[in-house]
């Protein structure tokens, strides 16, 4: 039997692997205490990633035990420790002790690879749907907290004042963010995302994954057949010992935006898919946008049955009879591959004669539920979509038909 590496007869020395951050205290440093002791009042040398060293002391010692943390007066080798008294503190660091303080081997964390523009809620609902941080002000404080946290979270200000571009390691990060804002009460509107690409000479890469998917036997040619067509190339297969099989794909960052939902999909709920960054390669010119337009309203009021009634022929349907609209706001899909501006909110004209049938029920198809996941993969760059507590609804980046078109006279 090996012996532990832990050793509390030497200096101190630890790694964060988490921030954390402490409304009172303000960020702590999460890691296991690799060597040595640590008190509470003790100085304590915060050894940087480029080699650089800060003093300081420590302020607080919270110690995890199960599921709780615990504030300690010290704490030694081998416990999983929470200290605060350090100032910028990064993940990689070394927290030790003593006259020449050692750093540790650092942890290396990947890159971001796409981004997104968080604002502030602009429609013409903002506000009505019980959202209690409306404002920009509410939404970089907000942002700027979670990068203190979240290592693998960057925000960066837009020109202009505009909104704030967040970047993370996939759109499964983002939409937790955003999942999470929505549920502590933010409104906000946020853009398609976009690969985050690397220039290198005259050379553009785009990122790539490594996906890794678990399905069973029947759904194997079903799923190799989506990943086909979002430009994976299998570079692994084999069967597990449960009578699964498992797959490897190395796939462009965009060309996965939706692909988890479609597995589900797909697989029923049983498929498990794990993707994790693999390398830098040749940007390819293929697109992978969307082959379709979408229903845009022209006027702003309550949908009405009679006019989705004449509309659900003409593609998938996103809202209900009663659902409150605005000029802009995109409630379905266009069939053909156009931009499509309709009015959701005609009302049947009443007049003396009646029609053979005209007493029958409209009946109008269920609408698709508007999910993170689809929003994501379906939005393109023209458009937002926007985020309430109670609702998740499309847009145009420009409301008004006119500014469209005078933007793409511009743009064309």
Same mark, same amino acid.
């Given at each position: 039997?090996?012996?532990?590496?832990?050793?509390?007869?030497?200096?101190?020395?630890?790694?964060?692997?988490?921030?954390?951050?402490?409304?009172?205290?303000?960020?702590?440093?999460?890691?296991?205490?690799?060597?040595?002791?640590?008190?509470?009042?003790?100085?304590?040398?915060?050894?940087?990633?480029?080699?650089?060293?800060?003093?300081?002391?420590?302020?607080?010692?919270?110690?995890?035990?199960?599921?709780?943390?615990?504030?300690?007066?010290?704490?030694?080798?081998?416990?999983?420790?929470?200290?605060?008294?350090?100032?910028?503190?990064?993940?990689?660091?070394?927290?030790?002790?003593?006259?020449?303080?050692?750093?540790?081997?650092?942890?290396?964390?990947?890159?971001?690879?796409?981004?997104?523009?968080?604002?502030?809620?602009?429609?013409?609902?903002?506000?009505?749907?019980?959202?209690?941080?409306?404002?920009?002000?509410?939404?970089?404080?907000?942002?700027?907290?979670?990068?203190?946290?979240?290592?693998?979270?960057?925000?960066?200000?837009?020109?202009?004042?505009?909104?704030?571009?967040?970047?993370?390691?996939?759109?499964?990060?983002?939409?937790?963010?955003?999942?999470?804002?929505?549920?502590?009460?933010?409104?906000?509107?946020?853009?398609?995302?976009?690969?985050?690409?690397?220039?290198?000479?005259?050379?553009?890469?785009?990122?790539?994954?490594?996906? =890794?998917?678990?399905?069973?036997?029947?759904?194997?040619?079903?799923?190799?057949?989506?990943?086909?067509?979002?430009?994976?190339?299998?570079?692994?297969?084999?069967?597990?010992? =449960?009578?699964?099989?498992?797959?490897?794909?190395?796939?462009?960052?965009?060309?996965?935006?939706?692909?988890?939902?479609?597995?589900?999909?797909?697989?029923?709920?049983?498929?498990?898919?794990?993707?994790?960054?693999?390398?830098?390669?040749?940007?390819?010119?293929?697109?992978?946008?969307?082959?379709?337009?979408?229903?845009?309203?022209?006027?702003?009021?309550?949908?009405?049955?009679?006019?989705?009634?004449?509309?659900?022929?003409?593609?998938?349907?996103?809202?209900?009879?009663?659902?409150?609209?605005?000029?802009?706001?995109?409630?379905?899909?266009?069939?053909?591959?156009?931009?499509?501006?309709?009015?959701?909110?005609?009302?049947?004209?009443?007049?003396?004669?009646?029609?053979?049938?005209?007493?029958?029920?409209?009946?109008?198809?269920?609408?698709?539920?508007?999910?993170?996941?689809?929003?994501?993969?379906?939005?393109?760059?023209?458009?937002?979509?926007?985020?309430?507590?109670?609702?998740?609804?499309?847009?145009?980046?420009?409301?008004?038909?006119?500014?469209?078109?005078?933007?793409?006279?511009?743009?064309?």
């Amino acid at each position: 039997m090996l012996p532990p590496l832990a050793d509390p007869a030497k200096p101190f020395q630890m790694l964060v692997t988490l921030l954390d951050y402490d409304s009172y205290v303000g960020q702590m440093a999460v890691g296991r205490i690799f060597h040595g002791e640590i008190r509470k009042g003790e100085p304590l040398s915060l050894v940087k990633n480029d080699g650089t060293i800060e003093k300081g002391r420590v302020t607080k010692i919270l110690q995890y035990r199960g599921l709780t943390r615990v504030e300690v007066e010290s704490a030694r080798a081998g416990d999983i420790v929470s200290l605060a008294g350090m100032g910028d503190v990064q993940v990689g660091n070394t927290l030790a002790t003593g006259d020449r303080p050692e750093p540790l081997p650092r942890i290396k964390i990947d890159e971001p690879t796409i981004s997104m523009v968080f604002a502030h809620n602009s429609s013409p609902l903002a506000g009505r749907d019980g959202g209690r941080f409306l404002t920009s002000r509410h939404l970089q404080e907000r942002l700027e907290r979670e990068a203190l946290t979240n290592v693998g979270i960057k925000v960066e200000g837009e020109r202009g004042g505009e909104g704030f571009k967040v970047s993370g390691r996939g759109e499964l990060h983002l939409s937790i963010l955003i999942e999470t804002m929505r549920r502590e009460g933010y409104e906000l509107e946020v853009s398609a995302p976009r690969v985050i690409l690397m220039q290198i000479g005259e050379q553009t890469l785009e990122p790539t994954e490594e996906v =890794i998917v678990e399905v069973d036997q029947g759904y194997q040619g079903a799923v190799i057949e989506a990943l086909g067509k979002r430009k994976g190339v299998m570079k692994d297969m084999n069967r597990t010992f =449960i009578e699964t099989v498992r797959m490897s794909f190395i796939v462009p960052t965009r060309w996965l935006f939706g692909f988890r939902s479609d597995l589900l999909q797909l697989t029923r709920g049983t498929g498990i898919m794990y993707q994790t960054f693999y390398r830098y390669q040749k940007y390819s010119s293929d697109s992978a946008s969307r082959q379709y337009g979408v229903l845009i309203s022209k006027t702003t009021g309550r949908a009405v049955a009679y006019a989705l009634d004449g509309l659900q022929e003409r593609g998938e349907i996103f809202i209900r009879p009663g659902d409150q609209l605005y000029e802009g706001m995109i409630i379905g899909v266009n069939n053909k591959g156009r931009d499509l501006v309709v009015n959701a909110t005609r009302e049947k004209q009443m007049t003396n004669i009646r029609a053979a049938g005209s007493d029958e029920a409209i009946k109008l198809i269920p609408p698709r539920e508007l999910t993170l996941e689809f929003a994501l993969e379906f939005i393109a760059d023209d458009e937002l979509f926007e985020i309430t507590p109670q609702h998740i609804r499309l847009r145009k980046r420009y409301l008004s038909e006119n500014e469209r078109r005078a933007r793409g006279r511009r743009s064309g």
